[in-house]
């Protein structure tokens, strides 16, 4: 159910996207729309994980670094079926992890110093579960493509606001584009935040799974 909500909301994104370049060109523009999409996503599909580790500042580890780390993704991953992920270590005091890469064989995990000093053995092993259900999920290559969607759609309805059509010319084509740069941006932004909330939820339930101790999971969360 969740897979097919999922794709229903991507679906969505999609039309969505498209239905801002026919207002923009027509026929043209959006099927112009469709293009760039596939474009963007293309790039995202094959960078986004090397675009956000080094935004990040991520460095890689190996089991030499971060012994008791590296074993314990190896063995969360052993457990899930999955490809030994590249694991990477932030000098953040903040506690967070993430996931990123395409699929899981090419797949990476990272987590920050401040999570691994804050959160006890278990509850880091939970974090860590629970970015392990995301790459088993595809969820890293989900939300990469429906953040590339929303993004899109934000820049393509500024556009439509500045340079619109020729039928445009009038009182209600001003109002509409005005419409559309305010309500696309909006609209793509609660899609991506339900596809988002899906894929979390399905994450914390299959992460409990995995770690073998949900409620460790549920105390790193809290």
């Known amino acids: 159910m969740n897979y097919f909500r999922t794709a229903m909301l991507l679906a969505g994104l999609t039309a969505l996207f498209m239905g801002v370049g026919f207002l923009v060109g027509g026929q043209s523009g959006a099927l112009l729309a469709l293009i760039v999409a596939a474009g963007m996503n293309f790039f995202a599909y094959w960078n986004s994980d090397r675009m956000v580790l080094s935004m990040h500042g991520a460095q890689e580890i190996d089991e030499r670094i971060a ?11 052993n ?11 932030m000098d953040n005091p903040q506690p967070n992890a993430f996931a990123t890469g395409r699929n899981p064989e090419h797949a990476a995990v990272a987590a920050t110093t401040g999570l691994l000093n ?15 259900a995301h790459i088993k999920s595809y969820d890293t290559l989900t939300m990469t493509i429906t953040a590339t969607f929303a993004g899109a759609i934000s820049m393509l309805a500024n556009f439509a606001l500045f340079f619109g059509g020729s039928r445009d010319n009038n009182g209600m084509g001003i109002i509409g584009r005005l419409a559309l740069m305010i309500l696309a941006p909006i609209a793509a932004m609660i899609v991506q935040m339900a596809i988002s909330r899906t894929r979390e939820y399905a994450a914390d339930r299959l992460g409990g799974q995995i770690v073998g101790q949900p409620l460790h999971l549920a105390s790193a969360l809290e």
């Not at 804050?118 to 392990?132: P, Y």
């Open 67 to 77: 012994p008791d780390l590296f074993r314990m993704v190896r063995e969360l991953a």
């Open 79 to 89: 457990r899930a079926g999955l490809p030994m992920p590249k694991v990477y270590l």
């Open 118 to 132: 804050s959160l006890t053995r278990e509850e880091v092993a939970g974090v860590i579960a629970h970015e392990l």
